[in-house]
């Protein structure tokens, strides 16, 4: 069955202490991606990857980190999360930018 | 640049009635335009796209969408609402002219009363 997986799916943390957010599909597709969803502002993309080892800042990218060392894994990275990153976050992965995004189940984001 | 808009955060619709959901986009380049769909506790999945080809397109679940470059706009509609239509709607916007960043608008919660 054609997925993305994100883990975890639930997580409360404190302010300071690292967390990864881990993202695997297993579609073969080039390009992954990092949405966080927030009550009135809808889907804001973090960051997102063309293909392996190319990255690049999406729309709020601070605060965050990512990498593609490999195709299918994409791991969300929080060096230092604050309460301002309690937010459901999405991976995406896709053909191509005209195509379909599929999308993981959401991992929800709690730091206090 | 691109953007989206869709008008209304709230839609409400009884059960058998038309929905109607507006999205109007603006884009610099020809637009490729994609409506998702939000189950409470999910991810999105998509509806329906535009790539180009016929300006009416048919997605699952009985919706479809009509392209109207003259308007910019790409509103979903369904003719007879149902209750497990109740979801968040999001209409998103994507171009070969700029870097992969696919712009969503703010969604459109839909309620369907019995």
């Known amino acids: 069955e054609a997925q993305v997986t994100q883990n975890p799916r639930y997580l409360i943390t404190v302010t300071g202490k690292k967390l990864t957010v881990t993202c695997s599909q297993n579609?073969?597709?080039?390009?992954m991606s990092w949405y966080r969803q927030d009550p009135g502002l809808g889907l804001r993309q973090i960051y997102y990857?063309?293909?392996?080892?190319?990255?690049d800042k999406g729309d709020v990218p601070e605060g965050y980190k990512v990498s593609r060392k490999e195709k299918r894994n994409f791991p969300l990275i929080l060096e230092s999360p604050s309460p301002n990153q309690t937010s459901l976050y999405f991976c995406?992965?896709?053909?191509?930018?005209?195509?379909?995004?599929?999308f993981g189940e959401g991992s929800r984001l709690t730091v206090l | 640049a691109q953007s989206v808009t869709q008008l209304g955060s709230h839609v409400s619709v009884s059960e058998g009635a038309l929905v109607l959901l507006r999205c109007n986009y603006s884009?610099?380049?020809?637009?490729?335009l994609f409506w998702y769909v939000q189950y409470p506790n999910q991810g999105l999945q998509l509806l329906l796209k535009?790539?180009?080809?016929?300006?009416l397109v048919k997605g699952i679940n009985g919706f479809e969408a009509e392209f109207k470059k003259s308007e910019t706009s790409f509103h979903l509609t369904k003719p007879s609402a149902h209750m497990s239509d109740a979801a968040e709607y999001f209409c998103?916007?994507?171009?070969?002219?700029?870097?992969?960043?696919?712009?969503f608008g703010r969604g459109t919660s839909l309620i369907v009363h019995p």
């Open positions: 995406t992965s896709s053909v191509g930018f005209t195509g379909e995004l599929f």
């Open positions: 579609m073969n597709h080039e390009y």
């Open positions: 990857s063309m293909n392996v080892e190319v990255t």
């Open positions: 884009s610099s380049v020809p637009p490729y």
């Open positions: 535009y790539t180009s080809a016929a300006t």
């Open positions: 998103a916007v994507t171009s070969s002219g700029g870097s992969y960043i696919p712009t």
